[in-house]
């Protein structure tokens, strides 16, 4: 089996190289602009970059709190769950839940009011409120005409569903007098509100330096006025395009659609058959098309059937046909890579999706990568003993061949994704959800040997978060918790990341001799198209399996960085215009000295960085 890894990664380097040939003979053609990027990358297949996202309830929801999926217990006011037709008159309530639990004020077996609507209104406690030191664009995205698809929103017209410009708006530069009755069915009473202004924000002050918000603490309430048109217009546009979390999630997932070319990208919701089939973002006006499928998509009022929409994503993968996400063997879907970023922000639920236990080692329906725990998919540390868990559908999109009529030619990642045949890597992001497991402390890494192993998701809302990270693992990508929209684009921008990573990374293997023994070693060269770097890396091979050894025995990066310069043993010339002279900065002209004092922004360094751009040049690292 590792035999015929190596030569079909070894048939992928020919072709590319065949391509590179071409090109190169292309670009002797004629006088142009040289090239800002590796110029076989133009002969490498778009990747598939799929997002699953939630559409549940709670996505329509404005507050978030940490560590919860925010509620609101109400006293004197209205819900400030956005859905709510009249969500934004909000005027107090008495605390923040997350479904279990009491968030603020914490739970003291009383239900004494405190007016905790301030709490709402400072990004300090309600992470999804508006926050004066952040500026609020509109939905990205561009007109077939070139012209931006949304505006900035009119402060005295603002809409509650930017998508339907004739719908609910209001006008957030005056004050409301509110009245009605029966608030709720908890507290039964009528509520008389006057004054009420809507672009209000307040400023916590942590009288104790707890980190905690209290009862006692001060703040400062702000009313934006409108002879401040600026800071007006940040909140108008926080209003209509940030306000809740799903309007968040649209701004931050479609700044990342609308910033991408070379990819293929597609969508589905969790509650929705089929958002958008995979198209190419190389197409403008097929990129526009998936922004405003997304854009006017309306959250249903149903539940969190995660499992079910990832294993569906996975089907999806299966298809065969012009339409299909994987491309044709003629097209390059051999060696197409496919990435599906899922996030949501609250809990699986719905029906099982059937696959089992697929982590198991050797799982349920048994796979080429099964049989040899050194060659399998699953078990060790991505094993449970719980089925139809999120994980078991990563580890199925993962092991089962999408498209068993192709080559199996995928690049693989040494020691991370090893699997050449066609399949399906997942990110997963939990949006102000956390688990009982921590990402941040090295005990709960899957690879340490104090990991305690994946908890039962049947045990809590908690163990189902657990579940996300552990289906990210499963799936060969990457698990990220966010708990406030900054942290969730963040985190997008990660996975974008590393999923650029992994397909701008070429490689070639070579054997050290053509008969494998104790001493056989692998060499393998590796180059970054993002970064403009290679490696070359030296792996012993187990004899008796073929699989590399975990770590290098060295790489040539390592060497050189390790090598000592103070000797200056490099001989490197240039010419003074007359004559050639060392390329050392006691040997340059004015000029040459001159040209390397200019930094990237136009403006002259001193001597001591242009002397260590030279020495840069001349190999010191």
């Not at 009245?179 to 942590?206: K, L, P």
């Not at 390329?583 to 004092?597: H, I, S, V």
Request: contains cysteine; proline residues 6%.
């Amino acid at each position: 089996m590792f035999t015929r890894k190596l030569i079909n990664r070894l048939a992928v380097i020919v072709s590319t190289t065949v391509f590179s040939m071409s090109t190169i003979q292309s670009a002797h053609a004629g006088p142009g602009p040289l090239a800002t990027a590796p110029l076989f990358l133009s002969t490498i297949v778009e990747p598939n970059v799929f997002f699953t996202i939630d559409d549940s309830g709670s996505m329509d929801w404005g507050p978030m709190v940490a560590n919860g999926t925010a509620g609101l217990a109400t006293t004197g006011g209205l819900p400030i769950i956005d859905g709510e037709d009249r969500a934004y008159y909000a005027h107090s309530f008495s605390r923040l839940y997350d479904g279990s639990r009491y968030v603020l004020p914490p739970a003291d077996g009383t239900r004494a009011d405190w007016d905790l609507g301030w709490v709402a209104r400072t990004h300090h406690g309600n992470l999804n409120y508006y926050n004066p030191t952040v500026t609020y664009s509109p939905w990205p995205g561009s007109k077939a005409d070139g012209s931006p698809m949304y505006s900035d929103a009119d402060p005295t017209n603002a809409l509650k569903d930017p998508f339907d410009p004739s719908g609910e708006s209001v006008d957030l530069t005056r004050s409301y007098n509110i009245t009605a009755g029966d608030a709720d069915d908890m507290f039964d009473r009528n509520i008389a509100v006057n004054n009420f202004w809507i672009a209000v924000y307040f400023e916590w002050n942590d009288t104790d330096n707890d980190g905690v918000i209290e009862q006692s603490d001060g703040r400062t309430r702000i009313v934006i006025p409108t002879d401040r048109p600026a800071e007006m217009q940040n909140f108008a546009n926080w209003f209509q395009y940030h306000r809740t979390r799903i309007n968040a999630t649209k701004a931050i997932i479609g700044t990342t659609i609308n910033n991408t070319d070379a990819s293929r990208m597609g969508m589905r919701l969790f509650n929705d058959d089929q958002l958008k089939d995979v198209e190419t973002m190389s197409d403008k006006d097929k990129k526009r098309e998936l922004l405003e499928a997304f854009y006017d998509y309306d959250i249903p009022a149903q539940g969190t059937p995660m499992r079910r929409s990832l294993e569906e994503t996975g089907d999806y993968f299966q298809e065969t046909g012009g339409s299909a996400p994987i491309l044709s063997a003629a097209k390059g879907g051999e060696c197409q890579q496919n990435f599906n970023i899922l996030m949501g922000d609250g809990f699986w639920n719905g029906g099982d999706p059937g696959v089992g236990n697929r982590d198991i080692n050797g799982g349920d329906g048994n796979t080429p990568f099964d049989g040899n725990a050194s060659e399998s998919n699953d078990g060790g540390n991505y094993a449970d003993n719980w089925e139809e868990t999120l994980a078991d559908v990563a580890m199925d999109n993962y092991e089962r061949d999408l498209r068993g009529d192709l080559a199996n030619k995928v690049p693989t990642t040494p020691n991370i994704d090893e699997a050449d045949h066609q399949h399906l890597v997942t990110y997963t992001i939990a949006f102000g959800i956390t688990g009982t497991l921590d990402p941040a402390n090295p005990a709960h890494d899957p690879l340490s040997a104090s990991f305690p192993g994946w908890p039962d998701p049947d045990n809590g809302n908690p163990e189902r978060v657990d579940d996300m990270w552990h289906a990210a693992y499963n799936g060969r990508g990457k698990y990220f918790s966010a708990q406030q929209p900054d942290e969730l684009e963040i985190a997008l921008g990660a996975a974008i990341a590393d999923i650029a990573e992994r397909t701008a990374t070429s490689s070639a293997v070579a054997f050290s001799s053509a008969k494998l023994t104790t001493d056989t070693t692998v060499y393998l060269a590796e180059f970054n198209s993002n970064r403009w770097q290679g490696d070359l890396f030296a792996y012993k091979i187990d004899p008796a399996t073929g699989d590399l050894a975990a770590s290098a025995e060295w790489s040539a990066g390592s060497e050189l960085l390790s090598r000592s310069y103070s000797g200056d043993p490099r001989t490197i010339l240039t010419y003074d215009g007359t004559a050639g002279i060392k390329f050392q900065w006691g040997q340059l002209t004015p000029a040459q000295k001159q040209d390397l004092r200019k930094n990237p922004a136009g403006g002259d360094d001193v001597d001591a960085v242009a002397d260590a751009r030279l020495r840069y040049l001349r190999g010191e690292r």
